[in-house]
């Protein structure tokens, strides 16, 4: 079994998150709408619905104005995230 990483976040530290999200899943709608190839959008759609379940889930966390937000993930997929579209 991978071992886990653990990231905890503070209510503005989530605020600031919810709101880049906000503003990358804009940005990347635009970049799946301007790719030709239907396998490669369909590929995109499917990253966007992971991150749109990520910020759904981030959003609710925040209204129920908890002191911190705790992120559990494998470090590979962390990785495949945060490097995916750079």
């Known amino acids: 079994m991978k071992n886990?990483?653990?990231?905890?976040?503070?209510?503005?530290?989530t605020s600031k998150l919810v709101s880049a999200l906000e503003s990358f899943m804009t940005e990347f709608r635009i970049e799946i709408n301007a790719v030709e190839k239907y396998e490669w959008q369909r590929e995109l759609e499917s990253d966007e619905m992971i991150l749109k379940g990520v910020l759904s889930k981030l959003k609710?966390?925040?209204?129920?104005?908890?002191?911190?937000?705790?992120?559990?993930?494998i470090p590979d997929q962390l990785t495949e995230i945060f490097s995916h579209n750079q």
Do not use: G, N, P
């Not at 886990?4 to 530290?13: F, G, K, N």
């Not at 609710?60 to 993930?73: G, N």
């Open 4 to 13: 886990l990483v653990r990231v905890q976040l503070t209510d503005i530290e």
């Open 60 to 73: 609710d966390l925040k209204q129920e104005q908890m002191d911190c937000v705790q992120i559990c993930a």
